[in-house]
């Protein structure tokens, strides 16, 4: 038997070896799996820019996944933006005509969804950024009946956020540009009319002179 053991030690410990690599990325594996399944990391948080390919409707939605095995839930949530809470919570209660006190849970692996009106999200990501024309870092956030928030980056809301204010910057010169363009030529027409007023009264002073200097002369 030793002598089995001599001869072969090499494959026997190169054997050993394999086995305790295959038991090592095993328990790895396995302790992935189980990480993912009963992790404390409740929620999965994103939000998109969706079309609607009926009607060409454009919006902003909110997506919370819950990952956790328990129900959640959920007292908040919306976006993180230069440290100020955009909460749409209360909004999403009244699109789904539910009370304002309702209790929200998300089920255990479920998801919910709520959309955004794009106006508003501009509206008050303008404000906090005073106007600015770069649009800074975005989060989407979501709190569950704990206090605990979670967050999440979210680059292509950010960007198209971006996007969507620059073009109204844009829209906006231009609307001032035709309003002043509008005002010059009612201030350009308004002086030609002054112009043909004041020579129409000039005319009409000369035509009176001459009719009185004829009738001198007939008399």
Excluded: W
């Excluded at 209790?103 to 990501?125: M, P, Q, W, Y």
């Excluded at 010059?184 to 007023?197: A, I, L, T, V, Y």
């Amino acid at each position: 038997m030793s002598a089995f053991i001599l001869e072969h030690f090499e494959l026997i410990v190169f054997g050993f070896f394999v086995v305790i690599v295959l038991m090592l990325v095993t328990n790895l594996l396995l302790s992935q799996f189980l990480t993912s399944r009963f992790s404390n990391k409740k929620f999965n948080i994103k939000s998109t820019f969706d079309i609607n390919a009926k009607d060409g409707s454009k919006r902003f939605t909110i997506r919370i996944y819950n990952k956790n095995i328990n129900d959640v839930r959920i007292t908040g949530f919306g976006y993180l933006y230069l440290g100020q809470n955009i909460d749409f919570f209360q909004s999403h209660l009244i699109e789904k005509g539910l009370p304002s006190d309702h209790r929200l849970v998300v089920s255990s692996r479920d998801s919910i969804e709520s959309a955004i009106e794009i106006d508003l999200l501009k509206h008050v990501v303008f404000d906090a950024s005073k106007g600015k024309k770069k649009v800074k870092a975005l989060k989407v956030y979501v709190v569950d009946a704990l206090g605990v928030t979670a967050y999440s980056k979210v680059q292509n809301v950010r960007r198209m956020l971006s996007k969507m204010l620059k073009e109204d910057r844009l829209k906006l010169k231009e609307e001032i540009k035709c309003h002043q363009m509008k005002i010059e030529d009612e201030k350009r027409s308004m002086k030609h009319k002054k112009r043909n007023e004041r020579k129409a009264r000039r005319k009409e002073k000369i035509g009176k002179m001459r009719f009185k200097v004829r009738h001198m002369f007939k008399k």
